[in-house]
Nanobody, 115 residues
Framework: QATLVESGGGLVQPGGSLRLSCAAS????????MTWYRQALGKPRELVARITSRGTADYADSVKDRFTISRDNAQDTVYLQMNSLTPEDTAVYYC?????????WGQGTQVTVSS
């Protein structure tokens, strides 16, 4: 059974940093495209950052140059380093593992940016 477990969310002041982790189990992690999404209250879920099995990453324009996605295939874990956080980054952040015909979601972790 595939499981994705996010961690690392919390409350941070504007300008601060957080590092999210997503630990996968039950899937051949190294072949999956791993993606972080977020959903703010009252807004649709949006893609934040994505990393291929080979480590190629791309980002939403709103987080480019502030967020960094990375993966450790030996640990079956994907990370999202978030710097220079603003209140607009407040959302539930979800981890997703995807391949054609395969789609798995984590339960989400809350990130709140507030003074």
């Amino acid at each position: 059974q595939a499981t994705l477990v996010e961690s690392g969310g919390g409350l941070v002041q504007p300008g601060g940093s957080l590092r999210l982790s997503c630990a996968a189990s039950g899937i051949p992690f190294n072949i999956y495209i791993m993606t972080w999404y977020r959903q703010a209250l009252g807004k649709p879920r949006e893609l934040v950052a994505r990393i291929t099995s080979r480590g190629t990453a791309d980002y939403a324009d709103s987080v480019k140059d502030r967020f960094t996605i990375s993966r450790d295939n030996a640990q079956d874990t994907v990370y999202l380093q978030m710097n220079s956080l603003t209140p607009e980054d407040t959302a539930v952040y979800y981890c997703h593992a995807g391949l054609p015909g395969r789609s798995y979601w984590g339960q989400g972790t809350q990130v709140t940016v507030s003074s």
